[in-house]
T-cell receptor, first 113, second 113 residues
């Protein structure tokens, strides 16, 4: 199993540009989530999904959209990037039979200039 | 909402010493407390977790203790090794099912040979 994969690893955007951060998992996990990590602030939940077709907001959802059309994929969309969205983004997946333990991907480092 | 505080922000120890990282939480309904290790350039990885019906849990050189009355929990690493050097995050959640984790701000542990 590849686990949780994220692409791209690095990305530089100009203010106002849009882009999609990709996340995929091959463990058939029902739950998936997106976090952002900023210096001195730990990880904060952006959006999450409890199954295909079901998404909900986390702690810091503004400026981000998500969808979950398949169990495997959970893309994160930035519609109009802002410098405040400069961060490292992590995708995670989990499932009930492992006590909802979250498995994290390697992250995407995004810089918005 | 939940707030998790973590101390210290940095911790330097000699190889073979013990290391203790402490976290406090605010929501008395929180019932799940995981600890994650993040190595440079990688995503966080679960190293140990504890639920509110248990006061202590051990896994080889790692242990976690929970004091529900005082609302704090701690990570203990004994016989530290250079490969223990990393950033450690505590987290808390009050949800059943999908865990909407609230993270602490992290502790950078440096183990010197």
């Amino acid at each position: 199993n590849a686990g949780v994969t994220q692409t791209p690893k690095f990305q530089v955007l100009k203010t106002g540009q849009s882009m999609t951060l990709q996340c995929a998992q091959d463990m058939n996990h029902e739950y998936m989530s997106w976090y952002r990590q900023d210096p001195g602030m730990g990880l904060r939940l952006i959006h999450y999904s409890v199954g295909a077709g079901i998404t909900d907001q986390g702690e810091v959802p503004n400026g981000y959209n998500v969808s979950r059309s398949t169990t495997e994929d959970f893309p994160l969309r930035l519609l109009s990037a802002a410098p405040s969205q400069t961060s490292v983004y992590f995708c995670a997946s989990s499932y009930k039979d492992r006590g909802y333990e979250q498995y994290f991907g390697p992250g995407t480092r995004l810089t918005v200039t | 909402g939940e707030n998790v505080e973590q101390h210290p922000s940095t911790l330097s120890v000699q190889e073979g010493d013990s290391a203790v990282i402490k976290c406090t939480y605010s929501d008395s309904a929180s019932n799940y407390f995981p600890w994650y290790k993040q190595e440079l350039g990688k995503g966080p990885q679960l190293i140990i977790d504890i639920r509110s019906n248990v006061g202590e849990k051990k896994d080889q050189r790692i242990a976690v203790t929970l004091n529900k009355t005082a609302k704090h929990f701690s990570l203990h690493i004994t016989e530290t090794q250079p490969e223990d050097s990393a950033v450690y995050f505590c987290a808390a959640s009050s949800h059943t099912g999908f865990q909407k984790l609230v993270f602490g701000t992290g502790t950078r542990l440096l183990v010197s040979p």
